[in-house]
């Protein structure tokens, strides 16, 4: 047809256009990398690093965090670069990277590289495929020692830089302080008291509680699960404490790979949770009970589309248990006794080792874009953001006497007047998790049950040393997409007890996944850890 | 250097309706900045995207970023799906909102119109996130509204997040629920444009009101209805993803029937974030729209040249 | 005039249809109006409910918290809501013209060249980057308005009702009283086709209230945030707060409630403005200007 011929031609047209134009729009990446090389070539050879770096042009630094701003971001920003001008000629400007859209935009904003400096990242936050893809700055101890000496020292000893390692690189700066925390869940104290449930140590030890719930407490659901974090987490809580831990390579919420490692053996050696002879026995038995429970009405039929957290409906009274993490827990234990509730709090360690894998030191941190111009300043600015006391409570707190005080026993608390729903600038809103949170000082309103809880945190951590192990799937990216979305649709209603037969399922669970080409990935990532761990000797 | 005789057409055709081209031209212009020229990135369906690269000098691998959805197992299944679902609510999108649209335009009652029109775009602006939390709260299986009163009159509850029968009549319920407000208006808005002289003609000759409505009112409405649905059926292979992603979210036992193309890949490449595997996955929902479209037009165009899209 | 039987019938069908469907509309958005008073904690224990168990303005009151920065969302939303709807429908109702004229030529391969960019699109990579690194579109007022400006749909659909409501014969006898292109646009097609425009401005109008893609990805400057990214924004914010490591309010923040009051707080105005438009989907136009 001649309409199809003309217009095919005034395509192939446009289509040779735009390639011309995206190359145009692409700045070369390599380049960048060369630059630092030879900066730092330079940087190493001058002793006291701060007299050579020149601060005389004032530079505008652009980062990105994840979130939104809180509503006092802005007065915080004016006074962190009054502070920024003042020690080193710059000024800062945040932009953030909202949670649900983390997906599409964070890698867009790398792949434009327009006006971006240094970007929050972590391995949940991308950083792996984003390094392969090379996004980032190498980044370099002798970089480190130039141009953030007090963060340095405060990493140099630890395993930090190791485990931020991609093929041999480092990418990206770690926090010194990470997180201490254990998942753990919350349970009603004062209704235990009150029907006679024997102590509960473990999650294990809980059937008796929810019995109790489910027959006195009308208004409650003893397991009131929500559809993303609670869903899985009855059913792990009780494999980690029937085995220990175990942890998927290609871990994804709700989804993975259907492998699994066991971290504190340190052998690194996969095995695959569906038919393994030694722990899909465990899985089954522990998958059992969970459909015991939920056929018994212990757990809401529902969960699938419940989209309010157990914690938070836990606080209503709406939920016998309420799951999260040592951390986050503690707002909703306030709230809990606020209530007039009595809560106990249990972590969730493994049964044989009884710990629970520490988070790696890259689990909170930022990068350098491949493209930044200014890497230099940035990193010099967020030397002072991580370490300064003085730049960290403003960054995390906000403005002294507007969103914090310090009280006289060495506490921070809220001003007189100020609740804290009505805190424009609650601490962590903003997203700076990686500063240094060693510097940081208590809250007034940690209850004594948090303070308990947090003070036995460091004796359950165990190390795993596959902790900073990011997998390289090219080979198997379809593979890996392909058990992703199995296990999405397979296992989580075998999680959550709602199948009808569970050997069934099981089965099913298996063949599925071997369809899906798990042997293929088993093969690629044993290979993989195998060489990561004989580098590491 | 005389013109050939087709270039010579071209011109001459574009010199006589010069200004008519001219009209035209800003929006072409529009077009080619921020549709045509982006278009070139389709090509990262076939590489393996890095940055350094970018889109022109990212390594080519061919068909490997199809491969997941083809090796998926499902990749049938959610292709029926999305077909099934989009004909199912474009048949009964297009039933009720011409129904709807004759009804309130035979009205005398202006406020009930109003009011009526009215009511039926509220469900625009809720989103598909709000419109779950409150199927949530009406049929949840422990508390949910339905089932409390089913529970009243001695009814066993109803639990349709266990049981995907429930959906084939739920999605089109909802979805024209959400939509038929819009398709409505659209109805409405051509059955305004019919000669208000064709109906004091029938009225003259006897026709009563069923009559001027198959007589009259649907035939005038026929190219209208046409092109709604020949724009409909090119968007056969684009499942509805806000809906389906936020109404059924990763509940894995109603997966088999109401997985589409557009969630199953999202679920797919969640841990991923790769550029070429989520841009194959939408050029074969692009090849395949393309296909039907063409066969459907041509088809059209047969049969009345001024009904077909193009 | 006595009303004759199948009217009556048919009107009350008519009456007893559209009745039902408008309730069964209305119904979920009132319920919303009533649960966006609701306080946090008597929606997680009763779910939505007709009347309330506790009323919390809360809410609202987050929204409100800083009033300039709402007011200005709902000045830049209002700013191209009106100015992006009066250039798309003039840009588009022309285009849609030129596609109409049976006389044109190339009208159907015009229609093709518009129609085939809904089937194949290059990605959000490369539109992204196209837009930020070589438009340099990023944190302008013209990406709000050029993003959202044109759907390949309503263009086609306004040809369709041009063809539908204006007869060929007026094109011809404009043309004999020597009437040009443009104003045979100006002067005959854009006055007739009230309809046809009330409902596709409409549709635009929509499209630009309810935006948030466009802002979300290419807007990072606060003072060009439309309102619906604005509202989105709270949301997040809320969202993290009440996840929070060290946050510990004994207060329960309103995240279901706040979802709600969102969607009050975009629709209201719209709901307002929309009877104003109704006015031009009255049935029928007589065209008594093509006699004689």
């Known amino acids: ?537 | 250097m005389k013109l050939s005789g087709k270039a010579a057409g071209f011109f001459h055709e574009i010199v006589r309706n010069k200004v008519l081209y001219i009209m035209f031209l800003p929006l072409a212009l529009f077009y080619i900045l921020f549709a045509y020229i982006p278009m070139g990135g389709i090509i990262v369906a076939f590489k393996d995207f890095n940055y350094q690269g970018g889109i022109l000098f990212s390594p080519w691998n061919g068909f490997d970023n199809f491969r997941f959805f083809f090796a998926s197992g499902k990749a049938w299944q959610v292709t029926t799906n999305t077909i099934m679902y989009n004909v199912t609510f474009l048949a009964v999108y297009t039933l009720f909102s011409i129904m709807v649209a004759i009804m309130i335009s035979e009205m005398s009652n202006k406020h009930f119109k109003k009011l009526s029109q009215s009511f039926m775009f509220l469900p625009y602006f809720i989103s598909w996130v709000v419109v779950s939390a409150f199927v949530y709260n009406l049929f949840n299986y422990d508390y949910g509204l339905i089932n409390n009163i089913l529970k009243t009159f001695g009814q066993q509850p109803v639990d349709i997040y266990s049981n995907p029968g429930y959906w084939y009549l739920l999605l089109p319920v909802m979805y024209l629920w959400k939509w038929v407000g819009f398709g409505s208006v659209l109805y409405l808005a051509a059955i305004s444009g019919i000669d208000q002289e064709c109906y004091e003609a029938a009225t003259i000759d006897g026709c009563n009101a069923f009559q001027k409505i198959t007589r009259i009112t649907i035939p005038l409405l026929k190219p209208t209805m046409i092109m709604l649905i020949l724009l409909g059926i090119g968007r056969i292979l684009r499942g509805e993803f806000d809906m389906f992603y936020n109404l059924i979210g990763n509940n894995g036992l109603l997966m088999d029937a109401t997985d589409i193309i557009d969630t199953l890949v999202f679920r797919s490449l969640m841990g991923t974030q790769d550029f070429g595997m989520a841009s194959a996955a939408g050029f074969y929902q692009s090849v395949l729209c393309f296909v039907v479209i063409m066969v459907v037009n041509s088809i059209v165009r047969k049969v009345d040249s001024e009904s077909a899209l193009f | ?292």
């Open chain 1, 1 to 537: 047809m001649k309409r199809l011929k003309v217009f095919s031609l005034l395509m192939s047209i446009t289509l040779i256009a735009s390639l011309l134009l995206t190359g145009c729009g692409q700045p070369q990446g390599a380049p960048q990398n060369t630059t630092a090389a030879t900066t730092v070539a330079q940087g190493s050879t001058a002793a006291p690093a701060e007299s050579t770096i020149d601060l005389s042009q004032e530079v505008k630094i652009t980062g990105y965090l994840l979130g939104a701003a809180p509503a006092g971001f802005n007065d915080v920003m004016k006074a962190l670069n009054d502070k920024l001008k003042k020690d080193l000629n710059a000024t800062m400007e945040i932009n953030y990277i909202g949670w649900s859209d983390m997906q599409s935009k964070y890698p867009l904003v790398l792949a434009a590289g327009e006006n971006i400096d240094w970007i929050f990242t972590a391995p949940w936050s991308f950083y792996p495929q984003q390094a392969a893809k090379g996004a980032f700055m190498e980044i370099t101890p002798e970089i480190l020692q130039t141009y953030m000496p007090k963060h340095w020292s405060a990493i140099k000893d630890t395993t930090a830089m190791q485990e931020a390692q991609i093929n041999g690189k480092v990418y990206m700066v770690t926090t010194a302080s990470p997180d201490k925390k254990v998942p753990s869940f919350m349970y009603r104290e004062d209704l235990r008291v009150k029907y006679g449930v024997p102590e509960i140590k473990k999650f294990s030890d809980i059937e008796p509680y929810l019995a109790a719930i489910k027959k006195n407490e009308k208004g409650m659901i003893p397991l009131n699960l929500e559809s993303n974090y609670d869903l899985g987490t009855p059913f792990g809580a009780l494999n980690v404490e029937a085995y220990d831990q175990l942890k998927d390579p290609l871990m994804v919420t709700g989804g993975g790979s259907g492998l699994a490692y066991k971290p504190f053996d340190g052998d690194g050696k996969l095995y695959y949770t569906t038919n393994d002879p030694e722990i899909a026995p465990i899985n089954i038995t522990n998958a059992k009970k969970i459909k015991s429970w939920y056929d018994a009405g212990y757990i809401n039929k529902n969960a699938f589309a419940n989209k309010v957290r157990s914690k938070d409906s836990f606080v209503q009274g709406k939920s016998g248990v309420g799951f999260g993490n040592s951390m986050d827990l503690q707002g909703n234990i306030a709230q809990a006794e606020a209530a007039g509730f009595k809560v106990g709090v249990v972590p969730v360690v493994g049964g044989k080792s009884g710990k629970y894998m520490a988070d790696p030191y890259i689990n909170n941190g930022f990068a350098i874009a491949a493209k930044s111009q200014n890497w230099q300043r940035t990193l010099m600015a967020m030397d002072l953001i991580d370490e300064d006391p003085t730049y960290e409570n403003l960054v995390y707190y906000g403005i002294e006497g507007v969103n914090y005080v310090k009280t006289a026993d060495g506490k921070i608390g809220l001003p007189e007047g100020l609740t804290a729903d009505k805190n424009t600038y609650p601490p962590d809103a903003a997203g700076f998790w990686f500063t240094n949170k060693n510097l940081h000082l208590p809250l007034t309103t940690w209850t004594q049950s948090y303070i308990d809880l947090y003070n036995r945190i460091p004796d359950l951590l165990g190390v795993d040393p596959l902790a900073a192990f990011s997998p390289n799937t090219d080979n198997i990216k379809t593979e890996a997409a392909n058990c992703n979305q199995t296990l999405t649709q397979y296992s989580n209603p075998i999680a959550l007890g709602a199948v009808k037969d569970v050997d069934a399922a099981y089965k099913q669970l298996d063949s599925k996944l071997k369809a899906a080409g798990i042997d293929k990935i088993y093969t690629e990532l044993s290979k993989q850890i195998s060489d990561y761990l004989s580098s590491k000797k």
């Open chain 3, 1 to 292: 005039m006595r009303k004759a039987k199948d009217q009556i019938a048919f009107a009350a069908i008519s009456y007893f249809v559209v009745g039902i469907i408008a309730l069964f509309t209305l119904f979920p958005f009132i319920i919303l109006i009533v649960n966006s008073f609701a306080s946090e904690n008597s929606i997680i224990n009763n779910g939505y409910t007709i009347i309330p168990k506790q009323i919390s303005f809360d809410a609202y009151s987050l929204v409100f918290r800083s009033p300039e920065t709402i007011l200005r969302a709902y000045g830049v939303t209002l700013f191209i809501t009106i100015v992006g709807t009066t250039i798309s429908l003039l840009i588009a109702s022309m285009a849609a013209y030129v596609m109409y004229r049976k006389d044109v030529k190339y009208r159907n391969g015009l229609a093709f060249f518009i129609y085939f960019t809904t089937l194949f699109n290059g990605g959000l990579a490369s539109y992204y980057i196209i837009l930020s690194s070589v438009y340099h579109l990023k944190n302008t007022l013209l990406v709000l308005l050029l993003v959202p400006m044109f759907s390949a749909m309503n263009i086609l659909i306004l040809r369709n009702f041009i063809r539908g409501s204006i007869p060929d014969s007026l094109n011809e006898s404009a043309k004999i009283d020597g009437a040009g292109d443009f104003t045979i646009y100006l002067r005959i097609i854009l006055p007739l086709s009230k309809p046809a425009l009330a409902s596709i401005g409409l549709f635009t109008a929509l499209g630009y209230w309810n935006d948030w893609w466009t802002p979300m990805m290419f807007v990072e400057k606060q003072k060009l945030f439309p309102l619906q990214y604005v509202l989105y924004n709270i949301i997040s914010s809320v969202n993290i707060s009440s996840n929070v490591v060290a946050n510990a309010s004994s207060v329960v923040l309103p995240q279901e409630s706040l979802k709600l009051a969102l969607t009050v707080i975009s629709t209201v105005p719209i709901l307002l403005a929309y009877p104003f438009v109704q006015k031009y989907f009255v049935k029928g136009i007589t065209l008594g200007s093509v006699k004689g």
